[in-house]
């Protein structure tokens, strides 16, 4: 029998499943940190998290012992809506993969085409709510699909359409990292979409922007090519002379576009950097600004990237692309500027800012107000408010003996 904390009136700690059809591990990828973060943020919040996750075999496993538990709790707990002595209902929340979950095995076989709905069915007929979240629409675009066999193609299509017509089925809430992605999401009903965009971890933070009086360096960390074209950002740094250009890339990327960037970055005010984790600390610290000023497509109208709330999280003010969701979202945050897509553009900013440094700090004291409401746990409280509201109530109970963010 699996152990809980007592909290007031002898009930459990909230109960919830975090189901990923995937292995839970700290990778450098965004699309391995998130399900590690938010896993994370319902444990800090005081959740009793039974995680299902990992291939299928582990996932069977897991799914039986949350079945188990789920039926305990409430047996043990209660469970009527409307009885305000009963423990809140428990919830399954789901960081779901960039492909469906019936092909997330090694090499994608075998396919278990019904082995995580029949997991949501079951917790949906014990009364309990499900949300998944989902990661990209990369299949709904020509452009992502090149090089695909139309046959494969057609194959994967058909797949990710039968788990959204599943999930429609079950009354699944799903998430996706911005509003903006709903008018692509297919067949999930918009009362049944909303928002929960990445969250910043200033836990993970041991250096924030801090950069020498009188200097202007520019950061940009992520992977060349495909939808970040910085080709305006180099050309508007080699115009201001005072100011310097780092990029932190994957070894790998910048082979492949070197030959393209080389010409247009500034002799001796660039620097090329490839490493990841504690090693970025140091390049925040002295950084001035963080760049998302990339060059706008359809895909950046609701694209919304990991690494603008880790430039939040450093306290880095953001340079974004006028137009795009990332810059909707630094201008209703106040978190930097935005601009079009022009070097004359940055190049103007830039001399501004170096002329103003104070604008530039300005900004950064805006970021340090907004950031509380923007970390995974307000993400994960969000989740626990769509789903069980009642969950909160009890965590945030004056008298539950939790010492918990307050976000």
């Not at 090519?225 to 002379?241: F, K, M, R, W």
């Not at 501004?352 to 104070?358: I, K, Q, S, T, V």
């Amino acid at each position: 029998m699996q152990d809980y904390r007592e909290v007031p009136e002898g009930r459990a700690r909230p109960l919830m499943i975090f189901h990923a059809p995937y292995p839970l591990v700290e990778r450098a990828a965004a699309s391995r940190l998130r399900p590690v973060r938010m896993r994370q943020a319902f444990e800090a919040l005081g959740f009793e998290v039974v995680t299902v996750a990992g291939y299928a075999s582990q996932r069977r496993r897991a799914m039986r012992r949350a079945l188990h538990r789920v039926d305990q709790y409430l047996s043990v707990c209660g469970h009527l809506p409307d009885d305000v002595q009963a423990s809140p209902m428990p919830f399954l929340y789901s960081e779901n993969a960039t492909i469906p979950s019936a092909l997330t095995e090694p090499r994608h076989m075998p396919v278990h085409p019904r082995l995580d709905t029949a997991l949501f069915s079951r917790l949906i007929r014990r009364g309990v709510a499900v949300g998944s979240f989902y990661r990209d629409l990369y299949w709904r675009f020509p452009r992502f699909r090149q090089g695909i066999h139309p046959a494969v193609d057609n194959a994967l299509k058909a797949a990710y359409t039968a788990e959204l017509w599943s999930w429609r089925r079950l009354g699944v809430q799903v998430y996706l990292p911005s509003q903006a992605m709903a008018p692509h999401l297919p067949v999930i009903r918009p009362e049944r979409i909303k928002a929960l965009p990445p969250g910043a971890d200033p836990q993970a933070v041991s250096q924030v922007s801090r950069p020498r009086p009188g200097s202007l360096e520019l950061l940009f960390i992520g992977v060349l090519g495909d939808n970040y074209v910085l080709d305006a950002v180099a050309e508007a740094v080699g115009q201001v002379p005072q100011v310097r250009l780092t990029l932190c890339v994957r070894q790998e990327t910048w082979q492949a576009t070197a030959d393209h960037y080389a010409p247009l970055l500034p002799p001796g005010r660039h620097e090329v950097i490839h490493t990841e984790r504690q090693g970025l600390e140091p390049l925040y610290e002295r950084a001035s600004l963080g760049v998302l000023l990339v060059e706008p497509s359809p895909y950046w109208d609701f694209a919304v990237p990991y690494k603008l709330y880790e430039y939040l999280a450093h306290e880095l003010p953001v340079v974004a692309t006028a137009g795009t969701e990332t810059g909707r979202i630094v201008e209703e945050l106040g978190i930097g500027w935005t601009l079009p897509y022009s070097a004359e553009a940055l190049a103007a900013l830039l001399r501004r800012l170096a002329d103003n440094p104070g604008e530039r700090l300005a900004v950064q004291e805006r970021m340090r107000q907004v950031l509380a409401q923007q970390t995974w746990q307000a993400r994960a409280r969000q989740v626990a408010a769509d789903l069980s509201p009642r969950s909160l109530d009890l965590l945030d109970s004056p008298d539950s003996g939790e010492s918990k963010e307050k976000v």
